[in-house]
Nanobody, 121 residues
Framework: QVQLVESGGGLVQSGGSLRLSCAAS????????MDWYRQAPGKQRELVAQ???????NYADSVKGRFTISRDNAKNTVYLQMNSLKPEDTAVYYC???????????????WGQGTQVTVSS
């Protein structure tokens, strides 16, 4: 069984910072991309940031220059450093990964349970 567990969400004032973490655990053979998505009330889930195994990154235009994604491959963990937070960043943030389990022949998509980030004005 594989789990992605997020932590680090909370309430912060506009202009503040938060750091999200997501640890993948279980019978993992290899991890490909690790991503952060978010979903605000009444809106579709959107990709916030993505990082490959080699460290290449991709960001949504709305967070470029404010958010930084990183990963520790030895710990199967991905981080999202969020600075200069705005009220429009308020959402549930989800960790996502394509990974391969031991004994498996292909990669599958896995999601965390989500962590709430609320930015007050």
């Amino acid at each position: 069984q594989v789990q992605l567990v997020e932590s680090g969400g909370g309430l912060v004032q506009s202009g503040g910072s938060l750091r999200l973490s997501c640890a993948a655990s279980g019978s993992i053979y290899s991890i490909n991309t690790m991503d952060w998505y978010r979903q605000a009330p009444g809106k579709q889930r959107e990709l916030v940031a993505q990082i490959t195994t080699g460290g290449n990154t991709n960001y949504a235009d709305s967070v470029k220059g404010r958010f930084t994604i990183s990963r520790d491959n030895a710990k199967n963990t991905v981080y999202l450093q969020m600075n200069s937070l705005k009220p429009e960043d308020t959402a549930v943030y989800y960790c996502h990964s394509f990974l391969r389990r031991f004994g498996g022949r292909q990669e599958y998509s896995y999601w965390g349970q989500g962590t709430q980030v609320t930015v007050s004005s």
